[in-house]
Structures are given as structure tokens and as C-alpha cells.
């Protein structure tokens, strides 16, 4: 059965559940994703925003293979 999820990723956390160093990761967020679920693209530490995370490959692959263009729309706040 595929599941699908969107988490809300923080300021500064990586988009992965394994740990590299002191920097937060998913698998600090407030809620135990079962372990055959992964991030559906990725946000920079440095991004903070939706991100949809699923079990379900097919869509993985038709989202993210570069053979499968699609429109993406971003908005971005930029300080500075």
C-alpha cells in the first residue's frame, strides 16, 4: 500500500533521515515515518517549506527522472 506524506522541513534541517554531524535531519521531526518512505526531492539546509515524502516509487521517479519535464513553480523570499 503506498502512503504519502507532507512534512513542513525547518530552516537549517537536511532533507534525509541518516545523520551527518550535529545538523538536523527528518528523522527529528515530531512524527516516526515508516522506514520504506523518502523524501520526494529535496529543500537546501538553507530552504524551509512543504515537502512531500512517499513509499510510492513510481511517483518518485515520474517527479523527479529528468525524462519526465515538467513546470515547476518556486517562490522564494531572498534577504539581502
Do not use: C, W
Amino acid at each position: 500500500m503506498y502512503r504519502y506524506f507532507i512534512a513542513y522541513k525547518p530552516y537549517g534541517m537536511l532533507t534525509q533521515f541518516s545523520r551527518e554531524g550535529e545538523r538536523k535531519v527528518l528523522a527529528d521531526l515530531n512524527f516516526v515515518f515508516p522506514k520504506d518512505v523518502y523524501p520526494v526531492g529535496r529543500l537546501d539546509a538553507d530552504s524551509e517549506g512543504l515537502l512531500v515524502l512517499t513509499n510510492d516509487k513510481p511517483v518518485n521517479e515520474k517527479i523527479l527522472h529528468p525524462s519526465n519535464k515538467h513546470l515547476r513553480t518556486y517562490l522564494v523570499q531572498v534577504e539581502g
